[in-house]
């Protein structure tokens, strides 16, 4: 959410505005009419003139669109693309230079063709292409086995071969979100997103609202998706309400020869070379999928292939991963690129004919796997392989606490101590930058890196790192980014680095003395305390310094656990007072008011915890009157959902909790790519945060570990709902996905196929961190088709017990999903995890005692019932208070038993 109530941040990529649009001539002729026509599923219009769509409604809910066709009288002109538009690049011979070719470039009226039989409309092409294209093109639209394709074939009309590098396909719907207000967006706009798995790829177009009616595109024919591109040619005003287009590649061998050159492609850049009068035909198929959880039945219904990857496509190297494939025909071969990266072995198939592989990561970062079926189909599997999770956030935690750790005395801005900003790339600390919050420690951008490892003390606590985070947060933090005394005391400033070249001595700054730029705030507007969404980081920080004192003894020294609970308390209660306009709006890391509130009333606070429940419910109560309670400052947002779901959920508003996970499950879907899998949607905040500043989908930015906190917490109330441990799990993992070997942990992830790099800048990361370090738990379920499974650990069976391993960097939370129960740890560490089916008894194999874990204290929730009704309790000897038990751990391992009550 960094900076986002700057709106009018310059987009450098923003050729036109709206208004400049509706200035530029119209070339698609609507004002000729459309045709139109019925399939099985759609009521679909074409522009009769172009034959592009201007209308794709699915019969069930005939006012709704898939594509703008609302905005079709304002992208009328040239370089607008419509769905059943082509692009190309092509070379005549096997050498020379790339020519473009596009039907969107310069418009003119196609020319019909005789529909028949399946084809319901029909175009040849050459009236919109340049005259010197080498190849007759033409368009139909048609019906096969019930379903809407769209097929262009392509002839070479000459007596050289023509070899095609690209050919592209815009999948042009309507994600454009420019003046909707979160009703409309939900009524009326799309999401969409690629699985780029070659012959089994595919694009799922989701309803904003999560429900019915999503789409599927499907390859037609031979046409696998071997890349997405972003169609930036298209004047289409891009930003924080629209991200753009992007087309499906079947070829992309001359954007790698090109653009691409210095990116590592998803999948191997192909061409093909049509000879004199040779003909080729490529194309994709729309079917209706359902809500956005079916579409893998829906796959299946269509004989496609659906691969599902267990813990997910992210893959720490101790953790023994699975992939299961079902589809119709054989497996003929199995490769891994690049080789020895990962080792896959077949294992027996389950019952219900599922294909089962073991999956090892053997070298750290991304690998394809390609899987060719005995039917000539292609498809791959993208993976990250990574240290293993403890390994990961041990680097992370040195990385912030060495390398961006900023000690200077006599800084002007009062950041010293702290951990600071980042630039991986110049391999130096931000201490300036145009957006002045980056190298100001607060908001998300400038509070990432600390907040980042601060949360990393609650999951992998280490001493020398605790020091320096108590000075941080006793120096800097307290009384200079939070206010420590007057009648804004808990108050939180937006940043400590201003711009204030008039009245700071020569040489403060590098940026020139005239730079006129909106995000060079002056002293007044960065010290300004309305900024609601800089508190919850604040607060984060003082409980995490809260649990650490109350549950060790000797990490913390400076301050008593019941300063720092205080202090989180206050700065809770400081945001609605005096930031109350965003706070009426889910805050990013909002979840922390929720886990504050609960450890007051475990130490018996009550008058405290009163208040803030009374201020909490406030806001809960607003957000209940809403048809969509996850608003923002922005026209549509993916940040908010976490602490509206977790709010609504505590206070009974189930209806809400249910719109905004189904709105959550609407933009973070499961596919078999680990950029994709679990990632929250998010397209601007490189703007605001990042080293290279564009409209872009990000990968595996901080809404994947935000996000999945809902999405987790449902599983947990409905353990049987695989999907959602899958789609939580992916966003906890991918949080960790984009963190280097050396530890430096970036804003985000470049989608584009011409970077595919992380970003330079560490940015808002820390908020993400937060996410992984609140949802970091071994979870265990037994699957209908797949059997004992568990992610974030290694399982197996031994004498009619399931033992985990778990291999999370904390190894502090469990959750058995048939006994319904969650097993947590505030002090100590899981060894071991023995469950026994038939008696439902749950046995915690803990680590020994050391130096500042003298003690274990655990505690359990039943989130959902067990099967029977049946509750839980401890059998081990232990001390019950603040709402847990107190364990006394000695230089052994010690064993907890958890016996299941019978109803």
Same mark, same amino acid.
């Given at each position: 959410?960094?900076?986002c109530?700057?709106?009018s ?12 649009l ?24 074409l522009v ?6 201007a @209308? ?7 006012a ?13 002109s040239n !370089?607008?693309y ?7 690049r ?8 790339w020519k473009?070719?596009s ?6 009226p196609?020319?019909p063709?005789?529909?028949?039989g399946?084809?319901?409309?029909a ?5 919109t292409l340049p ?6 093109i033409?368009?139909f639209?048609?019906?096969e086995?019930g ?9 070479? *009309?000459?007596?050289?071969?023509v070899?095609? !590098?690209?050919?592209?396909?815009p ?13 409309k967006?939900?009524a ?5 997103d ?8 595919y694009?799922?177009v ?7 009616s999503?789409?599927?595109?499907l ?14 040619? %298209?004047p ?5 309400a629209f ?6 590649m079947v &070829?992309?061998k001359?954007?790698a020869?090109?653009e691409?050159?210095?990116?590592e ?9 049509l000879?004199?009068g ?7 198929r729309?079917?209706?999928g ?6 893998? #039945? ?9 691969a599902?990857?267990i813990?997910?496509?992210?893959l720490p190297q =101790?953790?023994?991963? #699975?992939?299961?494939i079902n589809?119709k ?6 490769k891994t690129e690049?080789?020895?990266?990962l080792?896959i072995?077949?294992?027996p198939?389950?019952k219900s004919?599922w294909?089962a ?5 053997q ?11 005995e039917?000539?189909l292609?498809q791959t599997?993208h993976?990250?392989?990574i240290?293993?999770?403890q390994?990961?956030v041990?680097d992370? $935690?040195?990385?912030l606490?060495?390398?961006q ?22 391999k130096?600390q ?12 607060s %908001? ?11 949360m ?23 009384g200079?980014?939070?206010?420590a005394?007057?009648p ?5 400033r937006?940043?400590?680095f201003?711009?204030?070249? =008039?009245?700071?001595p ?13 995000s060079l705030?002056?002293? +007044?507007?960065?010290?300004?305390l ?6 919850p &980081?604040?607060?984060?920080?003082h ?5 650490l ?6 990490l913390?020294t ?6 720092y609970l ?8 400081a ?6 306009h965003?706070a009426?709006? !889910?805050?990013m ?9 609960k450890?007051?009333?475990?130490? $018996?606070k009550?008058?405290m915890?009163?208040l803030?429940?009374a ?7 607003h957000w ?5 309670p ?5 026209p549509? =947002?993916?940040? @908010? ?5 977790i709010w609504?959920l505590?206070?009974g508003?189930?209806?809400?909790a ?7 499950l ?7 790519h ?7 949607r998010?397209?601007w ?5 990042g080293g290279?500043p564009?409209v ?6 901080y809404?994947s570990?935000l996000n999945?906190?809902?999405v987790?917490?449902e ?5 049987d709902?695989?999907y ?9 993992l @991918?949080?960790?996905?984009n963190?280097t070997?050396?530890g430096?942990?970036?804003?985000a ?5 011409a ?6 800048y560490?940015?808002?990361y ?13 979870y ?5 088709d ?7 650990g290694?399982?197996s069976?031994k004498?009619?017990w399931?033992?985990v391993?778990?291999?999370?960097? $904390? *190894? ?5 999903a048939p006994?319904?129960l969650l ?7 899981m060894? +071991?995890?023995a469950y026994h ?5 749950v046995?915690i ?11 274990a204290?655990?505690?359990t ?7 029977g009704?049946?509750t839980y309790s401890?059998?081990t ?5 603040? @709402? ?17 009550q019978?109803?």
């Open positions: 959410m960094l900076g109530l700057l709106l941040l310059p987009l450098p990529l923003l050729a036109q505005s709206w208004k400049d509706a200035q530029r001539p119209s070339t698609l002729n609507v004002e000729q009419g459309t045709i139109s026509f019925q399939t099985p599923s759609f009521q679909v219009e009769k003139a172009s034959q592009t769509v @209308g794709l409604h699915p019969k069930s809910e005939p709704f669109d898939y594509t703008p066709g609302d905005r079709l009288k304002v992208r009328g !370089g607008m419509h769905l059943g538009d082509l692009n190309l092509i070379r005549q011979g096997q050498s020379g230079p473009s070719f039907t969107a470039s310069q418009r003119k196609v020319q063709l005789a529909a028949q399946t084809i319901l409309a175009a040849d092409l050459a009236n005259a010197d294209l080498p190849l007759t033409k368009r639209w048609q019906v086995q379903q809407l394709v769209l097929r262009f074939e392509l002839t070479n *009309r000459t007596t050289t071969p070899e095609i !590098g690209a050919l592209g396909i999948m042009i719907f309507n994600n454009i979100l420019e003046g909707k207000d979160l009703v967006a939900h009326q706009s799309v999401l969409y690629p699985y780029i798995g070659q012959d089994a790829g694009l799922q989701t309803r904003l609202h999560g429900k019915d999503s789409l599927l595109v390859p037609y024919g031979n046409s696998p998706f071997e890349a997405y591109n972003p169609l930036n040619d %298209d289409t005003p891009r930003g924080i991200e753009g287009f992007h087309e499906w &070829h992309s001359a954007y020869e090109n691409w050159q210095k990116a492609p998803w999948n191997q850049p192909t061409s093909v070379t000879k004199p040779e003909a080729k035909s490529y194309g994709v729309f079917v209706l359902g809500t956005p959880q079916n579409l893998e #039945k829906k796959l299946l219904q269509n004989n496609r292939p659906v599902v990857g813990p997910g496509y992210v =101790d953790v023994n991963g #699975k992939l299961f589809y025909s054989k497996v003929r071969s199995i690049p080789e020895g990266a080792v072995n077949a294992a198939s389950t004919g294909k592989y073991a999956v090892k990561g070298k750290w970062g991304r690998a394809r796997v390609t899987i060719q079926y039917d000539g292609v599997v993976y990250k392989m240290k293993p999770e390994e990961t041990s992370f $935690g040195n990385f606490t060495t390398k750790w900023f000690e200077k005395e006599g800084d002007r801005f009062g950041r010293s101590p702290s951990v600071i900003s980042y630039d991986n790339e110049k130096q931000v201490l300036e930058d145009n957006r002045v919050w980056i190298a100001g420690l %908001d998300e951008a400038g509070a990432g890196s600390w907040l980042g490892a601060i990393k003390q609650s999951v992998l606590p280490k001493k020398s790192e605790i020091d320096k985070l108590q000075r941080f947060v006793e120096e800097t933090l307290w200079r980014i939070q206010v005394e007057g804004n005391k808990f108050g939180v937006k940043s400590l201003y711009y204030a070249p =008039d009245s700071l020569a040489g403060t700054y590098t940026i020139p003395a005239n730079l006129k730029v909106w705030w002056p002293k +007044k507007e960065a010290y300004s309305g900024r609601s969404y800089n508190y &980081h604040v607060a984060a920080a409980w995490v310094l809260y649990r004192a109350r549950h060790h003894k000797g913390v400076s301050q008593s656990w019941n300063w205080s202090n989180a308390y206050e700065t809770a209660m945001m609605v007072r005096l930031a109350p965003y009426e709006f !889910g805050q890391e909002g979840t922390i008011f929720y886990m504050i509130l450890d007051l009333k475990a130490e $018996g009550s008058e915890a009163g803030l429940e201020e909490m419910k406030k806001r809960a109560i209940a009157s809403l048809p969509y996850f608003g923002s400052e922005m549509w =947002d993916s940040t @908010g959902q976490e602490e509206v779901y609504s505590f206070f508003y189930e209806e809400k249910d719109v905004t996970l189904n709105a959550i609407a933009y973070m879907p499961t596919v078999p680990w950029a994709y899998n679990g990632n929250a998010r397209y905040d490189f703007l605001y945060a290279l564009r872009e989908r990000m990968i595996h930015h809404g570990g999945a906190i809902p987790l917490t599983y947990r109330r409905q353990p709902n695989f959602l441990l899958r789609v939580g799990y992916g966003g906890v @991918g949080t960790l996905s963190i070997e050396e430096f942990a970036p804003a992830f470049h989608s584009y196929p970077s595919l790099h992380n970003d330079s560490s940015g808002d820390g908020p993400g961190f937060f996410g992984y370090a609140v949802n970091s738990a071994t265990l379920t037994q699957h209908p797949f059997g004992w499974v568990t992610f974030g290694n399982v069976e004498n009619k399931v033992e391993q778990p291999t999370t960097a $904390g *190894r502090s939370a469990a959750f058995i006994a319904g097993v947590s740890l505030q002090a100590g560490k060894k +071991k995890i089916p038939a008696s439902g008894q046995k194999t803990l680590d020994a005692a050391d130096t500042f874990t003298p003690t204290f655990l505690t929730e039943q989130p959902s019932q067990a099967k009704g049946a401890l059998k000897k232990a001390t019950k208070q603040r @709402g847990g038990y107190e364990v006394n751990l000695s230089n052994k391992e010690t064993e907890v038993i958890i016996d299941r019978k109803k």
